[in-house]
């Protein structure tokens, strides 16, 4: 099925800001193991300059997830989430997300394609504070399998 | 601070294996986010076509990306970070889980800051492409 190219360019803004909190900072880095000091103990942040924990590089995952899927479940789009998988991910930093930050996301259809019977759709997610500052961009390329491929 | 890194073209960063479980996959499911049940039920992963369960593509990503940032010492000199997904990690029940091998080595240094490529093993193939991240050195 085709994707909807009416959908390119749109930018889509996350109702609210996310508050990055400690202990989610902290669970994060439990969840895939990462031990490093800054992201789990406040005087090792602060030791290194942060205000707080710093957020292994793609704890912002937990934002832009939420949000790229809330756009690209629009049935107008025409995507057939059950058989999407992760194509690509991307993160480019201005400055590191930490424990405090009060972020905002505006998401944005990058592109819609077909390849191969694929649907693929690229999007990016802008992150600023709460200032207006931008911290980072998110790159996520979805890709919905075609009905009669075999994966394996 | 932290002292700076001390690196050339070439530069390998050690090499990590990280052993992936189902118990890994659930805590991971919880701290992304990402509650698709290809990533913790069997049934709906072999409805898809899969082998079995795989491993979160953001996992993966995460612990490959842990050399990195090890190395760094502080996360925050991640610049950027970013990987195709090529092949799925297939997570058997099995008590023991799957194994990823995962090497970085430098490709460039400029302006204090380097470009590293990331690779990541599964079974012997590479799960992930054009796997790339730059570092702040000082």
Known sequence: MALNPAFVGRTFARPGTYLVGREKVREFASAIGDLNPASHDVAAARALGYADVVAPPTFAIVLALAASSAVVKDPELGLDYSRVVHGEQGF????????????????????????????????????TDATGAHVLTTRSLLVSRAPDEDPA | MTAPLAVEVGTELPEQSFTVTRADLVRSAGASGDVNPVHWNQRVAQAGGLPDVIAHGMLTMALAGRVVSDWAGDPGRVLAYSVRFT???????????????????????????????????????????????RVRLG
């Not at chain 1, 009060?102 to 390849?115: G, M, N």
């Not at chain 2, 430098?106 to 590293?116: E, Q, W």
């Open chain 1, 92 to 127: 480019e930093y201005v400055r590191p997300v930490v424990a405090g930050d009060e972020l905002s996301i505006i998401t944005t259809i990058e592109s819609v394609k077909q390849l191969a019977g694929n649907d693929l759709i690229a999007t990016s997610g802008r992150i």
């Open chain 2, 87 to 133: 092949r799925p990690v297939v997570v058997p029940d099995d008590g023991m889980g799957a194994t990823v091998t995962v090497s970085a080595k430098v490709t460039a240094v400029d302006d204090g800051v380097a470009a590293l490529s990331v690779t990541a093993s599964f079974d012997g193939q590479t799960v992930l492409g054009r796997a790339t991240a």
